[in-house]
T-cell receptor
Framework: DAGITQSPRHKVTETGTPVTLRCHQTENHRYMYWYRQDPGHGLRLIHYSYGVKDTDKGEVSDGYSVSRSKTEDFLLTLESATSSQTSVYFC??????????????FGDGTRLSIL | AQSVSQHNHHVILSEAASLELGCNYSYGGTVNLFWYVQYPGQHLQLLLKYFSGDPLVKGIKGFEAEFIKSKFSFNLRKPSVQWSDTAEYFCAVNANTGGFKTIFGAGTRLFVKA
């Protein structure tokens, strides 16, 4: 398995609090992604990164921000969590997106509950 | 915009039955296609992928998929399922335009009865 570590694995927090999820990779892959997984929706892309300090929005980016100060770390922040952001969050990495036949490798996920 | 449609949200089969999961996509250009599997409590893993060549692609654990360009389809098949195939299966499409975004289908939950 690819070396991807997500932390925390589980988190329960209250509405209005800030939350940061971390994705750490040891593969030196250039591309990193944050998805959320919800029943009936599959995986939806929140944000992605194509290099250090290079990020862009996905299809469900509202309410989320990201940062990538090092190749190995990609942080997802919910500035003020809402109940609609209760979900399972997956980080993924890939070697290349220009050669878009490269598959993505996924972390184990973070289960986030916002009460 | 690209979209991916998986026709069956839930499938229940008995062991040794044959499996076919449908996947259709909307993008008209050249595409790269993937099937991922997510076993209970685990992360997504790649089952197989297609990007060129033989439209019949073989993956791990006896799975295969056939790309039919004229039907915009990439259906997943397995001749004889096992209880251990119980999982959720996701079809994904990435258009070969140099873009970074892979679009996932909503997933199909497969339950195999022993």
């Amino acid at each position: 398995d690819a070396g991807i570590t997500q932390s925390p694995r589980h988190k329960v927090t209250e509405t209005g609090t800030p939350v940061t999820l971390r994705c750490h990779q040891t593969e030196n892959h250039r591309y990193m992604y944050w998805y959320r997984q919800d029943p009936g929706h599959g995986l939806r892309l929140i944000h992605y990164s194509y290099g250090v300090k290079d990020t862009d929005k996905g299809e469900v980016s509202d309410g989320y921000s990201v940062s990538r100060s090092k190749t190995e770390d990609f942080l997802l922040t919910l500035e003020s969590a809402t109940s609609s952001q209760t979900s399972v969050y997956f980080c993924a990495i890939s070697e290349s997106a220009r050669d878009s036949n490269q598959p993505q490798h996924f972390g184990d996920g973070t289960r986030l509950s916002i009460l | 915009a690209q979209s991916v449609s998986q026709h069956n949200h839930h499938v229940i089969l008995s062991e040794a039955a044959s499996l076919e999961l449908g996947c259709n996509y909307s993008y008209g250009g050249t595409v790269n296609l993937f099937w991922y599997v997510q076993y209970p409590g685990q992360h997504l893993q790649l089952l197989l992928k297609y990007f060129s060549g033989d439209p019949l692609v073989k993956g791990i654990k006896g799975f295969e998929a056939e790309f039919i360009k004229s039907k915009f389809s990439f259906n997943l098949r397995k001749p004889s399922v096992q209880w251990s195939d119980t999982a959720e299966y996701f079809c994904a499409v990435n258009a070969n335009t140099g873009g970074f975004k892979t679009i996932f289908g909503a997933g199909t939950r497969l339950f195999v009865k022993a």
